[in-house]
C-alpha cells in the first residue's frame, strides 16, 4: 500500500507565501514524475507543476514566475513553493506521482486546501 500525503496548506494574506509538501510512502522502488494540481472554485482542476525524476520542471501559464517545484529523491518527497500569492490561487492542492511498486501506477493525494485572503 502506497500512499502520498500533502501537507503546508492553510491561510495566507494575499501577497505571502506558502510552501507545500508531499511525501510518498510505502513499498516503493522507483518515483517517476511527480506532480501539483489544483481546483479551484469554478474551474477545471488545473496542472500547475510538474517535475521529473532527473529535475527537469514545467509550470503552468499563470504560476510562472511565482510557483517553484523541487523535490528530495532520498526523501520521497516534492514540494511546491508559492509566492506572491493571490485570492485566484485559493484552491485545494492535489499532489500526484508515479510509483514504482513492482508495477508503475499513478497516484493522488488526500488534497491540501490553501486560502488567499486578507
Known amino acids: 500500500q502506497v500512499q502520498l500525503v500533502e501537507s503546508g496548506g492553510g491561510l495566507v494574506q494575499p501577497g505571502g507565501s506558502l510552501r507545500l509538501s508531499c511525501a510518498a510512502s510505502?513499498?516503493?522502488?522507483?518515483?517517476?514524475?511527480m506532480r501539483w494540481y489544483r481546483r479551484v472554485p469554478g474551474k477545471e482542476r488545473e496542472l500547475v507543476a510538474s517535475?521529473?525524476?532527473?529535475?527537469?520542471?514545467n509550470y503552468a501559464d499563470s504560476v510562472k514566475g511565482r510557483f517553484t517545484i523541487s523535490r528530495d529523491n532520498a526523501k520521497n518527497t516534492v514540494y511546491l513553493q508559492m509566492n506572491t500569492l493571490s485570492p485566484e490561487d485559493t484552491g485545494v492542492y492535489y499532489c500526484n506521482a508515479d510509483l514504482y511498486t513492482g508495477t508503475w501506477s499513478n497516484n493522488w493525494g488526500q488534497g491540501t486546501q490553501v486560502t488567499v485572503s486578507s
Open positions: 510505502g513499498s516503493i522502488f522507483s518515483i517517476g514524475a
Open positions: 517535475i521529473t525524476n532527473t529535475g527537469r520542471t
